[in-house]
């Protein structure tokens, strides 16, 4: 557990200082694609960094492939039951939901991707960065070239009011090759991020909610950590079911 908190708190410095200069205002869930790499010293500082840090970034890695496969076998497990669990199904659900949110954020209007989001989710983005930004003369350029990569890295169970499988969460990890930044209205002059594609982690926490589903929450990519504790501190699946009165 030491050790744990140790590199958590080593990798939030870092984090912290490389992020301090460009805070994250922008993209679904407030989150904007940084753009502090995007120049010729930004990489060579991260080449640096990554070598100064390859054993604690190996760690991580490892970590994040355990919670992984451990979400994959949970969801393999459910899918005996209820074949909607099965991994190449939701992979259809979760790729809709990162497009369409998208889409919706790009023509400032959340409320279009309403059925793909629980309703706190979509109003809270409404309110609290697109309805702002537009009040400050500013907006937000989202472009998705192409999702490369999904990784599911947290699930966790329920049965809520005695419904099967109601308010269960998973999480998933999401690699999209994209546009991400924050310009003038008036003007078009960029105030963060920058026009360059290029590829972007992001985590996207799903809620089941009648029969379907939604985004609940978008986290960056960096906090994966803080979702593979959390498996970590999961019973098995099995005992899980029993819990909820499935078995």
């Known amino acids: 557990m030491w050790h744990t ?3 958590l708190g080593v990798i939030g410095i870092l984090t912290l200082a490389l992020l301090v200069s460009e805070p994250a205002l922008a993209g679904p869930g407030g989150k904007i694609a940084s753009a502090l790499f995007d120049t010729f010293w930004g ?3 991260m080449v640096a960094l990554s070598l100064v840090f390859l054993p604690l970034i190996t760690w991580v890695y490892l970590r994040e492939r355990g919670a992984e496969r451990r979400t994959r076998a949970d969801l393999a497990y459910i899918a005996q039951f209820d074949h909607r669990f099965h991994w190449t199904r939701l992979q259809e659900r979760v790729s809709a939901c990162f497009h ?3 889409a919706a954020w790009r023509h400032e209007d959340a ?3 309403a059925q793909f989001m629980t309703d706190w989710y979509w109003q809270n983005q409404q309110l609290v960065y697109l309805d702002q930004w537009a009040e400050q003369g500013l907006v937000n350029h989202c472009q998705v070239k192409k999702v490369t990569r999904l990784r599911p890295m947290l699930f966790i169970h329920r049965n809520e009011r005695g419904i ?3 308010g269960s969460r998973l999480v998933v990890s999401i690699t999209a090759y994209m546009q991400d930044y ?3 209205r008036a003007g078009g002059k960029v105030v963060e991020g920058s026009k360059r594609f290029k590829e972007v982690e992001t985590l996207w926490s799903f809620l089941y909610e009648g029969g379907l ?4 929450q978008i986290d960056a990519g960096s906090n994966t950590l803080s979702y593979v504790e959390q498996i970590a501190a999961l019973p098995p699946i099995e005992e899980t079911l029993l819990i909820n009165g499935m078995r």
């Open 100 to 102: 369409r949110v998208h």
């Open 111 to 113: 409320a279009e991707a």
């Open 43 to 45: 990489r060579v500082l």
């Open 213 to 216: 589903w939604r985004v609940a």
């Open 182 to 184: 924050l310009a003038e």
């Open 5 to 7: 908190r140790t590199a």
């Open 164 to 166: 099967a499988h109601e």
